[in-house]
């Protein structure tokens, strides 16, 4: 095994397996917060999907260490733990809530102790009255934009196993590997069922009248080995998680191989995610027809700023006319 690929899978293991993370998200179009609130993409800590939520809190919530105020609305800051599979489980986690300044002096923070399980699930701390975060000179906003961040520790677990399923795709002697992969001359290792499960492309090749039916290797062009790495970690049962980094690229080969589960899993994180601009969104939908994220990044076009953002950006001229009709068709629909 390559010292790249060894120190890229020490490190996902250990961010799984790991009782302490970080969730850090920016939100945008904060002036329309409401009480549903912006969900971070999800990270895995201590083997459990964790997830943060910004949202607009009707009644104020007073910050220890803040003043108290007249029950003002404000921004708050939560975390979900996404862990379902049973009911016998339970966390206690101490965290914070961070509001991020542009002077990181005058962040605002809140600390809360928490137990999670199957019925309590969500915690949450108010941060600051509404009129103070969209006030400009406070220097929490900027462009309509806020910068949030959840440090958090798990301090006892019970009933979660936190060991996935492992697969080293560097490995020939791995008995479940029957096919190797190569590229640029070095090889990575797989199961013909799983590929051929996933994706026609490859069922053809195993199967269909080509040289690579009785060969044990197939050679792949124009393809970076560590990002069908991670692509194989997406489709084994290893419980990789989509990042902000690989989506784009997981869509292409997706694409490539016809393989409707990571094109959808991919799409799914992009709605989610709050590190992606709308407007990259919706270059990637454009490009990988993703119906149901380009409809999500239409939905976040709210202003006519909005669109003229779009228009002046650099994808404007590269998407395609069935996007720019639909740009056309929701600007139509924004009061005048």
């Not at 542009?102 to 600051?128: C, M, P, V, W």
Request: proline letters at 4%; glycine letters at 6%.
């Amino acid at each position: 095994m390559s010292d790249r690929v060894m120190e890229k899978e020490g490190a996902a293991a250990a961010a799984a397996n790991s009782k302490s993370g970080i969730i850090r998200f920016v939100i945008d179009n904060v002036s329309t917060l409401n009480n549903g609130g912006q969900y971070s993409p999800e990270v895995e800590v201590g083997g459990v999907s964790w997830r943060g939520n910004c949202y607009k809190s009707a009644v104020n919530r007073p910050n220890p260490a803040r003043p108290v105020h007249n029950n003002s609305p404000g921004v708050a800051l939560g975390i979900c733990s996404m862990h379902k599979q049973s009911t016998l489980w339970n966390i206690d986690i101490d965290a914070q809530f961070i509001l991020v300044n542009s002077d990181t002096t005058k962040n605002i923070t809140a600390e809360r102790t928490r137990y999670f399980g199957h019925e309590t699930s969500f915690t949450g701390a108010y941060l600051l009255p509404w009129e103070e975060v969209m006030n400009n000179e406070k220097g929490f906003i900027k462009d309509d934009k806020v910068e949030v961040e959840i440090r958090f520790s798990i301090t006892r677990m019970k009933g979660i196993k936190t060991t996935p399923p492992l697969f080293d795709f560097t490995n020939s002697n791995d008995s479940r590997h029957d096919i190797a992969l190569v590229i640029n001359g070095e090889k990575i290792y797989a199961s013909k069922a799983i590929l051929a499960s996933y994706s026609p492309v490859f069922l053809t090749m195993f199967n269909g009248d080509f040289d690579e039916k009785n060969n044990n290797e197939i050679v792949l062009k124009e393809i970076d080995r560590d990002e069908l790495i991670e692509m194989l970690h997406v489709i084994y049962p290893t419980h990789k998680k989509i990042s902000d980094e690989s989506a784009e690229f997981l869509l292409k080969l997706g694409d490539r191989f016809l393989i409707p589960y990571v094109m959808d899993r991919s799409e799914k994180f992009l709605i989610f995610s709050s590190m992606i601009s709308n407007t990259e969104k919706l270059r990637i939908a454009d490009h990988y027809r993703l119906f149901g994220l380009q409809c999500h990044c239409l939905s976040k076009l709210v202003t006519r700023q909005n669109f003229l953002d779009v228009k002046e950006s650099t994808i404007y001229t590269k998407l395609s006319c069935e996007t720019k009709s639909a740009l056309f068709e929701r600007m139509l629909k924004i009061p005048q």
